[in-house]
């Protein structure tokens, strides 16, 4: 039965209106969500182009940069315009990805209902689009904004051809034109447009059948401008993609394995089409281990399935555009070309799937049509009331997009031998400081794959930090091997080093990192720390400073930048960067003890005293802050409280020479000669040459009548650049004359 015009069009307005209400009743939870780390970093929360928002700069970013091994301006400049608007909140960028999503499935309800002027089958595909489970991943997962976008672009161009078909002119053809290049400009997933096209034109414009094939060769020429911007597009993806490394060779996965894997893809996408349970963001590659088994029953489905739909073609044409809309669309992503190593990818079926709910929404009523009598609408009854049940899964697996923790403990719990999702979940740990626990995630990802850079070289960085430096350069020096040219891993590698005590090799693998990756901010951290050390206060600063342009939240190096501004004596700018950093991460235990430091050297002992307190109610077991904190408490003239502090940081490390020298001074200024003898000579036993402490032997020597010793004291002083007080010297000339040169 068909509707007045009036009644139409409010019909449809309610039924938009009520796929919008679905959609948001579905992916709202996605606004508490945050960034999950897995591509998110890359793509928006670390990046520093996006961060700086939309401006002249940022949008010639947009066209020129191939970050992520990707080049889609206009995703970018999404995620620009984002950042203008809701700032570093992942809450406003989760918001445009779930509108976009929402239109989407408004949009392409209203394109099948205008092609077809069968609003309730209409009505069914776009709602099993807009709450399908499978369909999660593509709107929580901000790095997919790709996903949603193009496909906005994707629908408009459908539209746009519609028009031109039924009254061709050179402005709509334009439309269609730039439909393609704005989908492309987002993700070249439209590389297929011109073949979905010509499915359109078979059905349901009916522009040619396959019967009355003389037909097709016009309408393939009149899309030719169309294929030829598609195939361009799709070389300079190949291109981009291959130059960052994504692009597998045949050597890493040969051509038989990708066909077979592809198969069983074609055949898994259906399975979790009907029973969408067990979905992962990342499902591991087979590689040479593909069942023959799965492959053959996918084949034989397939095959199927094919035969079935070209002998209804006849009659029942939406089977087969339908089939070859689900097939043909996935061809870009179904792993011929492998990028990445995932075998397969919920979000690669956001529009394929558009085929297959074709097939269902107008086959059903067909197929029903002897059991349930009456219009067709009523025969698509038994699918709608399976929306319910896809909606609630849908909403269950937005759950599991919370964080990076959820998201990887999810994926664990649902595949086998997941090296990706352990990774994942080992970074995320280690980015909320559970290291413990961080680690044996790393470890189980390098045993299921010993390839993963990226667990190789995340394993590394936490094994040096717990001092196990071989361990850690062995697994930096296998994230290498993995993927050369991979920049974490170098600068893993130089953090390794530089604790083994090996500063110029470790600052090779800095500067390594840096030139693989200029936007690798803890590199260049990581360099100025080397600098600094090697006394360039200059160049550490220098280098400081841009990994903070790099990204501003990085601890460290604010905090390395307060240590060199401390250094060359710029106090109050020290303690402005490090207050920075402490308010950036308030359980920092180092930055708090290098404010503590700062505080001290302006005297402030009660601003210092608690920034110590912090720092060590933070990290109690830190012998170097026990000793930095007396001190200061020894420069203010409270030494039986420094002396407390040194004597619990060496009670934490014994062989600390610089708590051994500091201890003795503060017994030395209470009289106590003997005890703080004992102290200079273990700090010179722990570090020969140490020149303060041999100055400070030699004072002590003098007192307990040893002027000998203690000129001997005197001259490994100087030897070490260290020049007693004269003052002093004059009283051990006084006592016994400064024998010659040896």
Sequence with gaps: MRLPGSERTRARIGTAILLGAAVLAVFSPVLRNGFVGYDDDVYVARNPHVRDGLGPGGVIWAFTTTRAANWHPLTWLSHLLDERAFGSSAAGHHATSLLLHLA?????????????????????????????????????????????????????ACWAHVRWARSPSAGRYALVVL?????????????????????????????WSCRGARALPPLVREKLPLFAIAFASAIATYAVQR?????????????????????????????????????????????????????????????????????????????????????????????????????????????????????????????????IRGPGSRRLIPIYVLLPALAVAARVQVGHWKDAVSLSEHAIAVTRNNAVAHANLAAALSARGSADRAIPEFEEAVRID????????????????????????????????????????HNHLGIALKRLGRPKEAAREFEAAVA????????????????????????????????????????????????????EGRVDEAIAELREAVKTAPGYATAHRNLGRAWAAKGRIEEARAEFEQSLGADPRAAETHQDYGFALAGSGR????????????????????????????????????????????????????????????????????????????????RGGSEPPERFLTMLREKFPEPPPR
């Design 179 to 207: 439909a393609l290049v704005l989908g492309l400009l987002s993700k070249p997933m439209l590389v297929t447009l011109p073949f979905a096209l010509l499915l359109l034109d078979r059905w349901p414009l009916e522009r």
């Design 104 to 156: 989407n499935t408004v949009l392409l309800f209203l394109l099948l209902d205008a092609l077809t002027r069968s609003m309730a089958a209409s009505a069914l595909v776009a709602a099993l689009f807009g709450v399908h489970p499978l369909h999660v991943e593509s709107v929580a997962w901000i790095a997919e904004r790709k996903d949603v976008l193009s496909t906005l672009f994707w629908i408009l």
């Design 243 to 371: 130059s960052g490394h994504a692009v597998g060779s045949l050597e890493q996965l040969p051509m038989g394995v990708r066909v077979a894997n592809a198969i069983v893809s074609y055949g898994a996408y259906l399975a979790k089409t009907a029973w969408p349970s067990a979905l992962a963001v990342f499902y591991p590659h087979p590689r040479n281990a593909v069942p023959a088994l799965e492959v053959a029953a996918s084949a034989a489905a397939l095959l199927a399935v094919t035969l079935f739909v070209v002998r209804q073609e006849g009659r029942r044409p939406f089977l087969l555009v339908g089939w070859l809309w689900y097939l043909g669309t996935l061809v870009p992503v179904i792993g011929l070309v492998q990028v990445g190593g995932q075998a397969r990818a919920d979000r690669y079926t956001y529009v394929p799937l558009i085929g297959v709910f074709l097939m269902l929404a107008w086959g059903v009523p067909e197929l029903l049509s002897s059991v």
């Design 450 to 489: 010993p390839r993963q850079p990226e667990a190789q070289s995340g394993l590394a960085l936490l094994l040096a930090e717990r001092g196990r430096l071989d361990e850690a350069v062995s697994h930096a020096e296998a994230a290498i091997r993995a993927r050369p040219g991979y920049a974490p891993a």
């Design 639 to 718: 030494f039986d409280e420094a002396i407390a502090q040194y004597r619990e940081s060496l009670r934490l490390d014994p062989g600390y020479p610089e708590a051994h020298n500091n201890l003795g001074a503060a017994l030395m200024e209470q009289g106590r000669m003997a005890e703080a003898r004992t102290e200079f000579e273990r700090a010179v036993q722990f570090r020969p040459g140490y020149a303060l402490a041999h100055s400070n032997l030699a004072v002590t020597l003098y007192y307990a009548g040893d002027y000998g010793r203690a000129w001997d004291e005197v001259r490994l002083a100087r």
């Design 516 to 567: 693989l990756d200029p936007e690798l901010a803890e590199a260049w951290s990581n360099l100025g720390l080397e600098s600094l050390d090697e006394g360039r206060d200059e160049t550490a600063d220098s280098a400081f400073r841009r990994a903070l342009r790099l990204d501003p939240g990085l601890k460290e190096a604010r905090n390395n930048l307060g240590i060199a501004l401390l250094r």
